[in-house]
């Protein structure tokens, strides 16, 4: 019975976004990241008894600004609910949440499908909540302690369809939650930090069956690197268990990124039957009309018109234009120094060069770029004007890049600008003319590869700061 089976891949996603407000869901506490443990908390968000929460609005703007541009329904009427579960990290013992009317539901996000083409991800709904605390857990006295700084955080939790087929699926959309989450400027969704984390859920089935088989989930998973290598080891893990005959359990499993392989968690912790109940604290809250279209004529122009904008009218590639409107960082370096005069095709050609290169190389996100983003204007200025070599340029970028110099100081500080008096430059080439005589014969013999040489060894005596055309051309000239 040598039947192999291929496999199809199911996921859907739960992503937690932390809200830009300044101040937590419930109370006046700091939302800022970090801080001395227990130092952003008061007795409502640490659940002490007695108190009332009282709802800060800034996260119902948000959270519709965020129900709009994923698309979806406002709830003009919703609500909140106690989701009731112990844990160390939740000092009250319930989460306040929305199960039975969240804000927003039916939207979705389009995304470039695995084959080619264009595909919509589902967005089930997406409701507001507040955050937990955190477990820090020490190596040194092998205890477990609680920092509630994050506790009453607010956040907004986006339910997917399970509408994900690869792992390259969830990582488009993901990229793209991000970007258009960034633009209307709910949330600085630094992964690094946690403001931005996906649980994933994922299931396979055999190709062409129309039953889903039974998921696992994977929580807070804030590195792409990560979710795609979760994806791929925890689809292989089921395909192994179904093919050996076995059945997936449905449980929730911690991707270990070191160990490259998942782990089943405590059963404890997997037990979903959470008590819901009606928040009796909090009035319902209503979304008018109004409020709803002002929202909406408010979104600011979006990652997908600016794509197709890049490449219409400023005449972009698309594939240039698709990665630079994954930031709202990115963007704002683009469209700083466009608005400063400078053209669209050079900008694009930095940005997917030497900026790409630098992020990559550093391992950092455009939201860590330091510098000031008119630098790279400045840089493209220089050699417009051939102040400076293009090469010249590139090295220039990297001390503007990781250490934020001002490129025209340093080309300054440096001495880096191109020799532009030609009576130098000759003088330095009739020099290496005549200290590499063979070469110079070679070339008169026909060898075109010895004025590569040449070249090569005037660039040098000039440190690079010379127009290698002009240096071309001299030297023709002196060889005849
Ligand atoms: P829960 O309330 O237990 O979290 P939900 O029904 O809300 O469960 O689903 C959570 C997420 O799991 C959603 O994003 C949904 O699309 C996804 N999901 C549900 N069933 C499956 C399945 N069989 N395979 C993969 N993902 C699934
Ligand atoms: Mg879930
Ligand atoms: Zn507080």
Known sequence: MAKTTSWEIVMGLEVHVELATKTKIFCSCTTEFGGAPNTHCCPVCTGMPGVLPSLNRQVVNYATRAGLALNCEITRYNKFDRKNYFYPDLPKAYQISQLYLPICRNGGVEIEAEGGGKKIIGIHEIHMEEDAGKLVHDPWTDSTMVDYNRCGVPLIEIVSEPDFRSANEVIRYLEKLKAILQFIGVSDCKMQEGSLRADINLSVRPVGSDKFGTRTEMKNMNSFKAIARAINGESKRQIEVLEEGGTVKQETRRWDDNKDASFAMRSKEDAQDYKYFPEPDLIPIEISEEV????????????????????????LSEYDAAQITTSKYLVALFEENLAAGYPAKELANWIMGEVMRMLSDSGKEPEEMAF???????????????????????????????????????????????????????????????????????????KEKALQYLIGQSMRALRGKADPQTVTAILRELLG
């Open 292 to 315: 709803i279209e002002e929202t909406r004529k408010n979104l600011p122009e979006l990652p997908e018109a600016k794509r197709q904008r890049y490449v219409g009218e400023l005449g």
């Open 372 to 446: 000031d983003y008119g630098y790279l204007g400045a840089l493209i200025g220089m050699v417009q004007r051939s102040e400076i070599t293009r090469n010249t340029a590139k090295k220039v970028f990297k001390a503007v890049f990781e250490e934020g110099c001002d490129p025209v100081k340093y080309v300054e500080e440096h001495n880096l600008k191109t020799v532009t008096d030609t009576g130098a430059v000759k003088a330095a080439i009739e020099e290496v003319v005549a200290a590499n005589q063979k070469s110079v014969d070679e070339y008169k013999s026909g």
